[in-house]
């Protein structure tokens, strides 16, 4: 007796521990979080962890090439105009002599900021306006759901570049020239792409609030505050992050957009959205102008769109049914 009460104690003692054998030769799963287990969905993802790989990639490329490669992206030498990918230039030369490499390595600063800043904005308005909305119901969700449809029905480009054209003057004397267009455009970008955020957050909310779980932090005294960011956010998180991801490849293609049309950064900032611009004109006879920024604009928002739908397979419950 006191033998199979050991043997009975070593295996509740090892299941505790989350591993081991139990007899019968039946093995015990490790418990495993909930990141952990999205980590290891995430990982069977081949064309997700491709998108990584790149995009760490480009974003150590952007931060560490100037130290590696240290060309001036302003210096101008019009004896090497338009001239075409080299050894000593692996990207060639603009119109105006720019060495391509050292700008779409500087202007890949710019445009990956100006994503994860727009990105951050939105989530962070969507996020509260949805948690809101879902949490509180009644007239406060018809109120910020009409003022969302609101949001939904304004044209976004007309509405990007009046906005550009009427206050881009104005930050540039209060800011500076290219902290002035940065702070306008991150603004614009994050404040115009808020709302299907909020609509997935405020789903999200009306369907969890109902649950035993905030019940009982509910019946235990727990806080308007302490219900919404502690115990029901956290169990939104997954779909914002999806969102989130797939926001920042969004953000670079509006930045882009603008630049393209001339009132994002001026043309002696390099972005890959006003270096495209430029090389636009010089394609017939120097296209690796307008091939190299927009390469970059191509894999960045491919690689993100991969991430994405890697952490929406990762994040699903259903996918690990």
């Known amino acids: 007796m006191a033998e199979i009460s050991d043997s009975a104690r070593g295996a509740t003692g090892k299941a505790r521990t989350g591993a081991g054998t139990l007899a019968g030769g039946l093995k015990v799963r490790q418990s495993r979080s909930l990141w952990s287990d999205a980590w290891r969905q995430f990982r069977k993802h081949k064309m997700a962890l491709t998108g990584v790989a790149i995009l760490t990639i480009i974003i150590l490329s952007c931060i560490l090439g100037p130290f590696v490669y240290t060309k001036n992206p302003q210096a101008l030498n019009i004896l090497l105009s338009l001239q075409a990918p080299s050894a000593s230039a692996p990207m060639g030369y603009d119109d105006l002599g720019h060495d391509m490499l050292a700008r779409v390595l500087s202007g890949g600063r710019k445009s990956l900021l100006v994503g994860l800043m727009a990105v951050v904005v939105s989530i962070t308005v969507g996020t509260l306006v949805g948690a809101l909305a879902g949490f509180f119901g009644k007239w406060v969700d018809s109120l910020l759901m009409r003022i969302t449809d609101l949001f939904l029905a304004l044209p976004q480009l007309p509405l990007l570049l009046l906005i550009s054209y009427l206050y881009v003057g104005k930050l540039k004397a209060i800011f500076g020239v290219e902290n002035g267009i940065l702070i306008l455009i991150v603004a614009v970008i994050g404040f115009l792409n808020w709302m299907?955020?909020?609509?997935?957050?405020?789903?999200?909310?009306?369907?969890?609030?109902?649950?035993?779980?905030?019940?009982?932090?509910?019946?235990?005294?727990?806080?308007?505050?302490?219900?919404?960011?502690?115990?029901?956010?956290?169990?939104?998180?997954?779909?914002?992050?999806?969102?989130?991801?797939?926001?920042?490849?969004?953000?670079?293609?509006?930045?882009?957009?603008?630049?393209?049309?001339?009132?994002?950064?001026?043309?002696?900032v390099p972005t890959w959205g006003s270096m495209l611009s430029v090389g636009k004109d010089q394609l017939p006879f120097a296209p690796h102008v307008a091939i190299f920024p927009g390469l970059m604009i191509f894999l960045v928002v491919l690689s993100i769109n991969y991430i994405g739908d890697g952490l929406r397979d990762a994040l699903d419950p259903r996918s690990r049914i």
Do not use: Y
């Open 196 to 268: 299907p955020v909020a609509r997935l957050v405020r789903a999200s909310f009306l369907s969890l609030k109902e649950k035993e779980f905030v019940e009982a932090a509910r019946c235990i005294g727990a806080t308007t505050p302490s219900l919404i960011f502690k115990h029901i956010m956290p169990n939104v998180l997954s779909p914002v992050i999806v969102a989130a991801t797939l926001g920042v490849g969004a953000a670079i293609i509006s930045e882009s957009s603008l630049s393209f049309l001339g009132l994002g950064f001026p043309p002696d």
